[in-house]
């Protein structure tokens, strides 16, 4: 047996088996799944570990795992797809559960942020709270701040929070920013004071660098080598700071792209702030960067109007790539990070989603999706999820150009974030002011104070009718409201 696997009979030609398995690599499941027909030789390599192994880590299964993990990675593989295919199912039909989470009592929601899962809420009582949308037990559920106990409702709001795997910040109108640790407790671990109000809040979802920007000061921060918190960087720029984005993957020396009124910025650690884009009069409206490009809207003013496009720069040539778009309303968002390659999703104050094709810089899809302007959009290899001024949150199929479903709310979404089995959503209401303050209710709490709903689509994992796995404090038993989505929220598909 041992020679005729070592001589693998190929056409007219014997092939080492080494050789075999290098040719079969490039050969998809179902053209493995062929030559396993063609006789037990073959068989033997198309089902080779190394070759399922492979084909697991392209299509994004298991990526963490090494190839002694498991001892079958075909059967892995197929469920892998199988749960897949679930997964898409339910987002498709709304089959799932839904949990709305608990708010402050006498408390207005300013700002939501969420990573893997993990929810950061602040509010205009100058609480912050983190809730864990997968597993009940969480060490930070409440982060406390610095502020004197002995003056209740003194605290400022919190202007901005960002989360990533490990950290959690929020900047207060006042100009404080706190940063927490969240593997080791719910007090902050650095604390760092700016003159003015802080403008814009930037976290990596990767290390531990912090941006702010605050009058016409942007400020880089991460710990030092001891672990330390200082200043990595710090740029003047020449006008008030509106979005302001931390680049990925930079490593060791931080990178962020900032726009302040009709100026975009380059910053780079141990370097002064580089103008990346300045056209006199045209306000950039929207920001967005991946690990090696940057997209932001721009406003066309004028005697000469353009329409309002997105440009696309090369951080590392610093030079436009694409000039998208030609539409009549603002681009409000622009989502370039978690968009498919080459392509990339926007939403416009004209009502319309669009997917931008960024090797022919055309619109591949424009959706009239939203009664009034869309405010945050995301997309993947499938579908989108965009939320609108109006508070109503829609689900495309966009390859079949077909809306699956959608969920209203009172206020503006402003947060959208979602895996292929998790769905997080913020509603952020314009004014910040408690209303109904005697009749603290759920009720009252829709309607005036915002609202965070986590969905989860994962039913071999949770059960439709099972509480939403969501940290909880002691004190706040308000129970979660959970439902299968198709009965909770009916709406005829297009």
Same mark, same amino acid.
């Given at each position: 047996?041992?020679?005729?696997?070592?001589?693998?009979?190929?056409?007219?030609?014997?092939?080492?088996?080494?050789?075999?398995?290098? *040719?079969?690599?490039?050969?998809?499941?179902?053209?493995?799944?062929?030559?396993?027909?063609?006789?037990?030789?073959?068989?033997?390599?198309?089902?080779?570990?190394?070759?399922?192994?492979?084909?697991?880590?392209?299509?994004?299964?298991?990526?963490?795992?090494?190839?002694?993990?498991?001892?079958?990675?075909?059967?892995?593989?197929?469920?892998?797809?199988?749960?897949?295919?679930?997964?898409? !199912?339910?987002?498709?039909?709304?089959?799932?559960?839904?949990?709305?989470?608990?708010?402050?009592?006498?408390?207005?929601?300013?700002?939501?942020?969420?990573?893997?899962?993990?929810?950061?809420?602040?509010?205009?009582?100058?609480?912050?709270?983190?809730?864990?949308?997968? !597993?009940?037990?969480? !060490?930070?559920?409440?982060?406390?701040?610095?502020?004197?106990?002995?003056?209740?409702?003194?605290?400022?709001?919190?202007?901005?929070?960002?989360?990533?795997?490990?950290?959690?910040?929020?900047?207060?109108?006042?100009?404080?920013?706190?940063?927490?640790?969240?593997?080791?407790?719910?007090?902050?671990?650095?604390?760092?004071?700016?003159?003015?109000?802080?403008?814009?809040?930037?976290?990596?979802?990767?290390?531990?660098?912090?941006?702010?920007?605050?009058?016409?000061?942007?400020?880089?921060?991460?710990?030092?080598?001891?672990?330390?918190?200082?200043?990595?960087?710090?740029?003047?720029?020449?006008?008030?700071?509106?979005?302001?984005?931390?680049?990925?993957?930079?490593?060791?020396?931080?990178?962020?792209?900032?726009?302040?009124?009709?100026?975009?910025?380059?910053?780079?650690?141990?370097?002064?702030?580089?103008?990346?884009?300045?056209?006199?009069?045209?306000?950039?409206?929207?920001?967005?960067?991946?690990?090696?490009?940057?997209?932001?809207?721009?406003?066309?003013?004028?005697?000469?109007?353009?329409?309002?496009?997105?440009?696309?720069?090369?951080?590392?040539?610093?030079?436009?790539?694409?000039?998208?778009?030609?539409?009549?309303?603002?681009?409000?968002?622009?989502?370039?990070?978690?968009?498919?390659?080459?392509?990339?999703?926007?939403?416009?104050?004209?009502?319309?989603?669009?997917?931008?094709?960024?090797?022919?810089?055309?619109?591949?899809?424009?959706?009239?999706?939203?009664?009034?302007?869309?405010?945050?959009?995301?997309?993947?290899?499938?579908?989108?999820?965009?939320?609108?001024?109006?508070?109503?949150?829609?689900?495309?199929?966009?390859?079949?150009?077909?809306?699956?479903?959608?969920?209203?709310?009172?206020?503006?979404?402003?947060? *959208?974030?979602?895996?292929?089995?998790?769905?997080? !959503?913020?509603?952020?209401?314009?004014?910040?002011?408690?209303?109904?303050?005697?009749?603290?209710?759920?009720?009252?709490?829709?309607?005036?104070?915002?609202? *965070?709903?986590?969905?989860?689509?994962?039913?071999?994992?949770?059960?439709?009718?099972?509480?939403?796995?969501?940290?909880?404090?002691?004190?706040?038993?308000?129970?979660?409201?959970?439902?299968?989505?198709?009965?909770?929220?009916?709406?005829?598909?297009?």
């Amino acid at each position: 047996i041992r020679n005729e696997m070592d001589d693998v009979p190929f056409f007219d030609i014997q092939l080492p088996y080494e050789l075999a398995i290098n *040719i079969f690599q490039y050969l998809d499941r179902k053209e493995l799944g062929r030559c396993a027909q063609v006789s037990k030789t073959w068989k033997v390599i198309a089902e080779d570990e190394v070759l399922w192994y492979r084909l697991c880590q392209q299509e994004g299964h298991l990526p963490e795992s090494s190839i002694s993990d498991y001892s079958c990675w075909k059967l892995i593989f197929q469920e892998c797809r199988a749960k897949e295919h679930m997964l898409r !199912t339910n987002w498709k039909n709304r089959k799932g559960a839904v949990s709305e989470l608990e708010h402050i009592p006498d408390a207005v929601l300013c700002d939501v942020h969420s990573h893997d899962g993990v929810v950061i809420a602040g509010y205009t009582s100058g609480d912050v709270r983190v809730w864990d949308t997968r !597993t009940w037990d969480y !060490t930070a559920p409440f982060l406390e701040s610095d502020y004197e106990e002995d003056e209740p409702g003194m605290q400022p709001y919190v202007s901005f929070v960002r989360i990533n795997s490990s950290l959690a910040v929020a900047a207060y109108e006042d100009g404080f920013l706190n940063i927490w640790d969240l593997r080791t407790g719910r007090y902050p671990i650095h604390r760092f004071e700016h003159d003015a109000r802080i403008q814009a809040l930037a976290l990596s979802q990767e290390d531990a660098t912090v941006a702010t920007a605050s009058a016409f000061d942007v400020v880089m921060l991460r710990p030092n080598e001891e672990g330390y918190w200082q200043i990595a960087a710090e740029f003047e720029v020449q006008k008030l700071v509106d979005y302001l984005e931390i680049v990925p993957g930079t490593g060791r020396y931080p990178v962020a792209v900032a726009t302040a009124g009709d100026l975009v910025y380059l910053l780079k650690a141990e370097d002064s702030a580089r103008t990346l884009h300045y056209v006199y009069g045209q306000p950039v409206t929207c920001l967005d960067v991946s690990s090696n490009q940057a997209a932001f809207g721009v406003k066309s003013l004028g005697w000469v109007y353009e329409g309002n496009k997105i440009l696309v720069y090369s951080l590392e040539a610093e030079r436009c790539l694409s000039k998208l778009g030609n539409a009549l309303g603002d681009f409000t968002c622009v989502n370039l990070r978690d968009s498919p390659p080459n392509l990339m999703v926007s939403g416009n104050m004209d009502r319309r989603v669009r997917i931008h094709d960024l090797r022919t810089d055309t619109i591949a899809l424009s959706i009239s999706a939203h009664q009034l302007g869309v405010s945050s959009v995301q997309m993947d290899d499938w579908k989108i999820v965009s939320g609108g001024e109006e508070g109503l949150v829609s689900v495309w199929d966009y390859r079949m150009n077909q809306k699956l479903w959608e969920v209203h709310s009172r206020h503006p979404v402003r947060h *959208i974030s979602f895996n292929c089995h998790r769905l997080i !959503t913020a509603h952020v209401p314009y004014e910040r002011v408690v209303r109904n303050a005697d009749l603290d209710n759920f009720v009252t709490h829709r309607r005036h104070r915002g609202l *965070i709903q986590a969905y989860e689509f994962a039913v071999e994992r949770l059960a439709f009718q099972s509480t939403v796995p969501i940290c909880r404090s002691s004190c706040d038993t308000i129970p979660g409201y959970n439902y299968d989505l198709a009965l909770a929220f009916p709406c005829d598909d297009i």
